[in-house]
């Protein structure tokens, strides 16, 4: 029996509470209910009175099923006929892998980075200001920049495909069973290592390859058809087809491409800052109350500021600002939060839309490339600004502060663990950029009066939300238009954006690769 209702938060988020109304609404009895699954939650705080819409499938004097979809069945692929070299373990890669599986095909992944169990150990060196490893961090290494983020897996882009079905897949590898139901599913940074993990082992059990610390430095074309690659080590992997899943910040791999005169496209990305509040303010502006049981709350904001997007990105309630450069000359921060989002902190991107027509125009000789030469040297800018501070050390400035163009005599506490070094970022960062931060600050705290506050501070800079270049691909048959048999998906190849898109383009790339096949 399916209900449908609208509940307290009390309700809504105590089990046992939950249990007894849905068995009210149900007009069943407790000895009757064999069981019960949420379909559906979702929290609608739009009035001072904060309710909770709830689906739920009630199972009376019935079986309830072990899980509510397909599990996915994956084939054995010893000795089969077809294999694929996947460069890149991010949500990309490892969908696309997993959707080889589902069709008897062998992969074979090509990670530069460290297992996620070595990768904790890089992060951890990273984050006390010992040494940044530029192949295994925050963005590279086993599960891409995703693993270590807050795991968000909401999107809007259904037109890729089924998202529910990468939902399922991420659950049959151990993610929580709220993913299949809350309105803005989000698995965490503690829960998703594992999860990769056993993604991993899927591959190896089935037959597929799974190599580690393997960088890959060239691609293998024969007859104008890519067929293998080449790694830092000097080994070669020949395969069927090439897909290159290898995420925002594998500037190398567009350089390789180049050096073979295949094409490559500028595109618009995002630049700007991470700000972070703490979480009981957000809860008090969001909610208009205490946020008791209700979970922390987070955000979303755009606006438009002279004719360009401002608006806010990989928002993490109850979270923690990270180093996300894979550079040691350069600095780059981005946000995670755990499953339990219980952080006292609350962060967000939030940035500027950077179209192509905006990129300064000293960087037109660097071609499709003008947009990475020019994040990279704003990252640089920031690096620059924090060089007084610890190694790792991110410039920041008060929220206020920054909007009024006022350098920050002292600076809140922060989640940022490599330490805070207080820059007039208002000075340094590209103006139309800062400009427009300032202004849709003001406007932001209009539609969420209190936001605009001393208490937030602003880091610098929130460049890698996109990346600034395309691999072009045929529509169709999305091979890259300058080789057959090569592949370009997910974020780095600028068709995805996050990691439930990267993960649905993914599997679209794999479905293609077995078409042909």
């Given at each position: 029996m399916?209900?449908?209702?609208?509940?307290?938060?009390?309700?809504?988020?105590?089990?046992?509470?939950?249990?007894?109304?849905?068995?009210?609404?149900?007009?069943?009895?407790?000895?009757?209910?064999t069981?019960?699954?949420?379909?559906?939650?979702?929290?609608?705080?739009?009035?001072?009175?904060?309710?909770?819409?709830?689906?739920?499938q009630?199972?009376?004097?019935?079986?309830?099923?072990d899980?509510?979809?397909?599990?996915?069945?994956?084939?054995?692929?010893?000795?089969?006929?077809?294999?694929?070299?996947?460069?890149?373990?991010?949500?990309?890669?490892l969908?696309?892998?997993?959707?080889?599986?589902?069709?008897?095909?062998?992969?074979?992944?090509?990670?530069?980075g460290?297992?996620?169990?070595?990768?904790?150990?890089?992060?951890?060196?990273?984050?006390?200001?010992i040494?940044?490893?530029?192949?295994?961090?925050?963005?590279f290494?086993e599960?891409g920049?995703?693993?270590?983020?807050?795991?968000?897996?909401?999107?809007?882009s259904?037109?890729?495909?089924?998202?529910?079905?990468?939902?399922?897949i991420?659950?049959?590898?151990?993610?929580?069973?709220?993913?299949?139901?809350?309105?803005?599913?989000?698995?965490?940074s503690?829960?998703?290592?594992?999860?990769?993990?056993?993604?991993?082992?899927?591959?190896i059990?089935?037959?597929?390859?799974?190599?580690?610390?393997?960088?890959?430095?060239?691609?293998?074309?024969?007859e104008?058809?890519?067929?293998?690659c080449?790694?830092?080590?000097?080994?070669?992997?020949?395969?069927?087809?090439?897909?290159?899943?290898?995420?925002?910040?594998?500037h190398?791999?567009?350089?390789?491409?180049?050096?073979?005169?295949m094409?490559?496209?500028?595109?618009?990305?995002?630049?700007?800052?991470?700000?972070?509040?703490?979480?009981?303010?957000?809860?008090?502006?969001?909610?208009r109350?205490?946020?008791g049981?209700?979970?922390?709350a987070?955000?979303?904001?755009?606006?438009?500021?002279?004719?360009?997007?401002?608006?806010s990105?990989?928002?993490?309630?109850?979270?923690?600002?990270?180093?996300?450069?894979?550079?040691?000359?350069?600095?780059v921060v981005?946000?995670m939060?755990?499953?339990?989002?219980?952080?006292p902190?609350a962060?967000?991107g939030?940035?500027?839309?950077?179209?192509v027509?905006?990129?300064?125009?000293?960087?037109?000789?660097?071609?499709?490339l003008?947009?990475?030469?020019y994040?990279?040297?704003?990252?640089?800018?920031?690096?620059?600004?924090?060089?007084?501070?610890?190694?790792?050390?991110?410039?920041?400035q008060?929220?206020?502060?920054?909007?009024?163009?006022?350098?920050?005599?002292?600076?809140?506490?922060?989640?940022?663990?490599?330490?805070?070094?207080?820059?007039?970022?208002?000075?340094?960062?590209?103006?139309?950029?800062?400009?427009?931060?300032?202004?849709?600050f003001?406007?932001f705290?209009?539609?969420?009066?209190?936001?605009l506050?001393?208490?937030?501070?602003?880091?610098?800079?929130e460049?890698?939300?996109?990346?600034?270049?395309?691999?072009p691909?045929?529509?169709?048959?999305?091979?890259?238009?300058?080789?057959?048999?090569?592949?370009?998906?997910?974020?780095?190849?600028?068709?995805?954006?996050?990691?439930?898109?990267?993960?649905?383009?993914?599997?679209?790339?794999?479905?293609?690769?077995?078409e042909?096949?």
């Amino acid at each position: 029996m399916l209900i449908q209702t609208t509940l307290s938060p009390h309700d809504a988020f105590d089990a046992s509470r939950l249990r007894r109304r849905l068995i009210e609404l149900a007009h069943a009895d407790e000895a009757s209910v064999t069981g019960l699954r949420l379909v559906s939650r979702s929290v609608d705080a739009r009035q001072r009175n904060i309710k909770v819409n709830v689906k739920a499938q009630v199972y009376v004097n019935e079986p309830m099923p072990d899980v509510a979809y397909e599990a996915p069945r994956y084939r054995d692929v010893h000795g089969v006929r077809h294999s694929v070299i996947i460069v890149g373990s991010g949500p990309a890669g490892l969908f696309a892998a997993l959707h080889l599986l589902e069709n008897g095909v062998k992969p074979i992944v090509l990670e530069r980075g460290n297992d996620v169990t070595e990768r904790k150990r890089d992060i951890a060196a990273l984050c006390r200001n010992i040494e940044l490893n530029s192949d295994s961090n925050y963005c590279f290494g086993e599960g891409g920049a995703g693993t270590f983020s807050d795991g968000k897996l909401y999107t809007r882009s259904n037109k890729r495909g089924d998202i529910s079905r990468v939902l399922q897949i991420f659950h049959h590898h151990g993610a929580a069973d709220n993913i299949l139901y809350e309105a803005h599913p989000h698995i965490g940074s503690d829960k998703l290592p594992a999860i990769v993990k056993h993604i991993r082992q899927t591959i190896i059990d089935c037959g597929g390859e799974f190599h580690s610390k393997t960088r890959v430095t060239d691609i293998i074309i024969r007859e104008q058809r890519a067929v293998g690659c080449v790694t830092a080590q000097g080994g070669e992997y020949i395969a069927d087809a090439v897909v290159l899943a290898t995420g925002h910040s594998a500037h190398d791999i567009y350089r390789m491409l180049i050096n073979h005169h295949m094409p490559l496209e500028a595109k618009g990305f995002a630049l700007g800052v991470r700000v972070e509040h703490p979480q009981e303010l957000i809860d008090n502006i969001q909610y208009r109350q205490q946020r008791g049981i209700l979970p922390a709350a987070a955000y979303q904001l755009v606006t438009q500021v002279q004719g360009r997007g401002v608006y806010s990105f990989c928002m993490c309630p109850g979270g923690h600002i990270v180093p996300a450069t894979t550079d040691a000359s350069l600095c780059v921060v981005n946000g995670m939060s755990a499953s339990h989002r219980n952080s006292p902190y609350a962060n967000s991107g939030i940035v500027v839309e950077v179209r192509v027509e905006d990129i300064p125009q000293h960087y037109a000789s660097r071609g499709a490339l003008a947009g990475l030469y020019y994040q990279r040297d704003v990252e640089r800018m920031a690096r620059r600004a924090a060089e007084q501070g610890n190694t790792f050390a991110a410039p920041a400035q008060r929220l206020a502060d920054f909007c009024h163009g006022k350098i920050s005599a002292s600076l809140p506490s922060c989640s940022f663990v490599p330490g805070l070094v207080s820059s007039p970022i208002h000075q340094w960062l590209p103006q139309p950029v800062g400009q427009r931060l300032q202004q849709a600050f003001r406007d932001f705290d209009d539609k969420r009066h209190g936001f605009l506050t001393n208490e937030a501070v602003v880091l610098a800079v929130e460049s890698r939300s996109s990346s600034p270049v395309r691999i072009p691909r045929d529509t169709q048959s999305m091979e890259y238009l300058g080789c057959k048999g090569l592949y370009p998906a997910g974020e780095g190849a600028g068709y995805a954006g996050g990691i439930t898109s990267s993960a649905m383009d993914g599997i679209n790339v794999a479905q293609k690769i077995v078409e042909q096949l």
